[in-house]
């Protein structure tokens, strides 16, 4: 099954109308409605777009997971789309994305949040092969509901709120049932999302480096290369988080954000970002 021939570039969905723009781009087998409470909480004092990023979503299939790709993609439908910089959110696969967007098209940023995910190779690869597996292996021709594909992943997949994460992918259109995410495309260049590649310029705008306290997507071995690229990088760790951290606590997450993009200027230079 393909993505619709009539799906747009970038799917995206506004929240608010008042205050600065927030882009926020989710992580691998995400949409942007993720995002959805997270930018209601950020309303009134900012207004949010949610992404679905290329090959996710409602968003239309490529031939490309690579960063510098979707990168280009997102920059150019930013540019395209507003007068002015914004402030970019990004989480996981979407943080890596941002970090590439940042560097590569800085005028496009003002500033810039990067959620549990650091610059460079992320461990993992083969759990998420194990979860792209276990989703190609559903038998789509023989659901019934929703909840037979929920049974049937049970089998590989014993996290039940990793399941639901999961199947939100999962449509029923006028021919069936269908993936929306593009799982061929995503488990053939796994290691390309879980890699990172390699870049001679630097983001000199305001960086935040958000981390999950019981996630080990982060090390000290990642410091010295996100303040090559992010000289004027701040880091928080949210307590109680694993690597969902806007998940798992939104309301540490929000209270974070709010703090960071509604600062004043000069208060995050003597903040040192």
């Known amino acids: 099954m393909t993505a619709s021939p009539d799906a747009p570039v970038l799917h995206t969905t506004d929240v608010g109308d008042t205050g600065e723009r927030v882009v926020l781009l989710h992580g691998l087998f995400g949409q942007g409605r993720n995002f959805t409470q997270v930018a209601k909480a950020l309303s009134p004092e900012l207004r949010s777009t949610l992404v679905d990023l290329p090959n996710h979503g409602r968003s239309a299939w490529t031939d490309d997971a690579g960063y510098e790709a979707v ?53 993992g690869a083969s ?71 390699h870049l001679d310029a630097s983001f000199d705008g305001p960086t935040l480096w958000v981390a999950g306290e019981r996630s080990d997507y982060i090390g000290p071995e990642h410091e010295a290369e996100m303040h090559r690229l992010f000289p004027r990088v701040l880091s928080v760790t949210v307590k109680g988080a694993g690597h969902w951290v806007h998940s798992e606590q939104p309301e540490a997450f929000v209270s974070v954000l709010r703090t960071y993009l509604l600062a004043d200027d000069r208060d995050l230079r003597r903040r040192g970002a």
Request: hydrophobic letters at 45%; zero cysteines.
């Open 71 to 123: 990168a280009e993609t997102v920059a150019d439908w930013m540019a395209a789309t507003y007068d002015a910089p914004v402030h970019l959110v990004g989480h996981s696969m979407g943080g890596k994305v941002a970090m590439v967007l940042a560097v590569t098209r800085p005028e496009l940023v003002d500033r810039l949040v990067v959620v549990d995910i650091a610059p460079g190779p992320s461990d």
């Open 127 to 197: 759990e998420f092969e194990h979860l792209l597996g276990s989703l190609a292996a559903i038998d789509l021709d023989g659901l019934g509901s929703r909840g037979d594909a929920d049974e049937q992943l049970a089998e590989r997949v014993h996290d039940e709120r990793v399941r639901g994460f999961l199947l939100q992918n999962l449509r029923r259109g006028s021919d069936g049932w269908h993936w929306q995410a593009n799982l061929d495309l995503l488990r053939d260049q796994l290691d390309r999302i879980g890699g990172f590649p």
